[in-house]
């Protein structure tokens, strides 16, 4: 018995698959040119910050008494007294090289010093941007699908809080009602002191670091401490991304072909979770991408009143001692999560709609 040749399926044409190779490489090298370029132009404005505001950072090093030679000697060796152009060429040079100066607070290296206080931070705004996104979007889907309803009044009603309610205010009354009244949740802080330095830092985070060494007793701890600042900062998150989703789905469900699913009889949850929640999740990575980027970026006030030793906490204290490589080293770390979120959005993008493809 003989096969048709002509039946089976021709192989691609080796030009076609070499063309699609050249096509995904030049649009990673296109990718990796953007971010290499977006973070250079951060490094630029970092840099030029840090010369035009009106803070001295080599009197911030030597002190207000030290004699003209020891500030002239601190200038040269800080390199302050070079070329802007030089100034910057060494700054970026370090950056690449991972050093970012030296801090006058602490007396450490900003690098290490960001390595051990960004985590802290990370933890808290990825536990706040799941409970914000677990909780907005359904209440956002519910408000649209029940417009005008007085569940939709409550959820907007809850939006507008989020909007307008202070951060330092709610974490005030979330520590005196939940930590100091009805002992629910722990009090300022990452641990319980006892359970201070027991755990071996790994990523960084108590969490993940005392589940992994086997700590449960600790990751409990860990968790009593972080779900009330979490819970704030979930909250504001919440708000937004109720807000934009609501939003999102009005518009949705407003269109012709909402409209012909429930003529033709689709049951009203598959309408409103297939038919007009699909479309709106790729605007709806950018709501949650900004919103994370603003829980990294905005914790200052939670972390200040929670005690929290994360990177708004390091940068509050860098501000106030004028402590200029440390406050542009939390600038730059910041900058780059950023950009990184929006890399990571554009990803998502790619991958949940084709024709971005």
């Known amino acids: 018995m003989t096969t048709d040749q002509s039946a089976l399926p021709s192989p691609a044409p080796r030009n076609f698959t070499s063309k699609r190779t050249k096509r995904r490489a030049l649009a990673i090298g296109g990718f990796l040119v953007t971010l290499f370029l977006t973070f250079l132009g951060l490094l630029a404005i970092t840099f030029f910050i840090g010369r035009v505001i009106p803070i001295d950072p080599v009197l911030a ?46 007396g450490r290296a900003v690098a290490d010093d960001l390595s051990r206080f960004f985590p802290a931070t990370f933890e808290m705004a990825t536990l706040g941007i799941l409970i914000g996104v677990a909780l907005g979007v359904p209440l956002g889907v519910t408000a649209a699908a029940r417009q005008g309803s007085w569940l939709d009044q409550a959820i907007r009603v809850v939006g507008l809080l989020g909007y307008s ?84 789905m009005l518009d949705q469900l407003s269109q012709e072909f909402v409209t012909t699913a429930r003529v033709k ?18 605007p709806l990575i950018t709501v949650i991408g900004l919103s994370y980027a603003g829980l990294l970026e905005g914790s200052v006030m939670i972390e200040t009143v929670f005690s929290w030793p994360g990177i708004g906490n390091y940068l509050t204290t860098a501000l106030l001692n004028a402590d200029m490589n440390a406050v542009l080293g939390s600038t730059l770390v910041i900058g780059a999560v950023f950009i990184v979120i929006n890399k990571v959005s554009d990803v998502l993008y790619r991958v949940l709609d084709p024709r971005a493809r």
């Not at 207000?64 to 040269?76: E, F, L, W």
């Not at 027991?198 to 600790?218: A, K, N, R, W, Y």
């Not at 009889?265 to 790729?282: C, D, L, Q």
């Open 61 to 106: 090093v030597v002190g207000d008494r030290a004699t003209q030679a020891q500030y002239d000697a601190a200038k040269i060796a800080m390199g302050l007294d070079r070329p802007l152009y030089e100034q910057f060429f060494t700054y970026v040079v370090n950056v690449f090289s991972g050093d970012l100066g030296r801090s006058v607070s602490t």
């Open 165 to 248: 309610v202070p951060a330092f205010w709610l974490g005030l009354v979330g520590l005196a009602l939940f930590y100091a009244r009805l002992r629910w949740v722990g009090g300022p802080g990452r641990l319980d002191i006892f359970f201070d330095g027991l755990v071996t830092p790994i990523t960084g985070m108590i969490l993940i670091d005392s589940l992994i060494q086997g700590e449960f007793e600790i990751f409990m701890n860990a968790l009593w401490h972080i779900i009330l600042p979490a819970s704030v900062l979930g909250f504001f998150s919440l708000a937004y991304i109720a807000r934009m989703t609501r939003s999102f």
């Open 265 to 282: 009889g689709v049951p009203e949850r598959i309408v409103i979770w297939r038919h007009a929640f699909n479309p709106i999740r790729v």
